[in-house]
């Protein structure tokens, strides 16, 4: 019976052992190192998964990607890289891009194709063959270095001059149905008729 204590004893000690070296384990392999999430969109040749490589390997929706990844998009595929509160940037198909971030901010350099600012906590300094552009969320910058930031917004005056016409045919059509209301037109609205009650 002493030698059944002392399995039992021996064995919760293994146990205990074991427990403590697993979790010193994944306290060693817990990284404060900034990560991203990648997210695939489109459509491969043969109709499979798209897909992007992240530093020469296949990568497909769900792999994390660190600062200084460089990331290839192909043709009919984009990607989304977010990265929590720092920002969103998304990758236009036949991009390549070298990813830069940390807590405070995203940076990158633009070897071919178009990257877009999805949203960032601060503006994004992206590095083309003609130097640096700064973009601010919803901007995007070419490899040719020039950002669509002042085409956007010269789009968006556009759009917004566009309810102008519209504007001028509700009020035409708002003053015609006034003047036929006010014109004496023969009608009379008013009320001389005999009303009668039903309970009489």
Not at 13 to 40: F, R, T
Not at 126 to 136: F, M, S
Request: glycine fraction near 12%; proline fraction near 2%; aromatic fraction near 6%.
């Amino acid at each position: 019976m002493n030698s059944k204590l002392w399995i039992h004893k021996a064995l919760s000690m293994c146990l205990v052992v074991a427990i403590i070296a697993s979790y010193s384990m994944v306290a060693l392999a817990s990284s404060d190192k900034a990560a991203g999430e990648l997210l695939v969109t489109g459509k491969n040749i043969n109709g499979e998964t798209p897909f992007v490589t992240v530093n020469g390997e296949t990568a497909k929706t769900g792999r994390s990607v660190f600062s200084s990844s460089t990331i290839v998009t192909p043709e009919g595929a984009s990607a989304i890289i977010s990265m929590g509160k720092i920002g969103r940037i998304e990758l236009a198909p036949n991009t390549t891009f070298t990813i830069s971030f940390n807590d405070k901010g995203i940076t990158g350099d633009l070897n071919a194709g178009q990257v877009t600012v999805l949203g960032a906590s601060n503006s994004v300094a992206i590095t083309t063959a003609d130097g640096t552009v700064e973009l601010a969320s919803g901007e995007s910058a070419t490899a040719a270095g020039k950002s669509n930031a002042k085409d956007k917004s010269a789009a968006a005056t556009k759009g917004g001059m566009a309810w102008w016409p519209w504007a001028l045919i509700f009020g035409g059509a708002a003053a015609g149905v006034i003047y036929a209301a006010t014109r004496d037109n023969g009608l009379d609205l008013g009320g001389s008729a005999t009303v009668a009650s039903p309970n009489r």
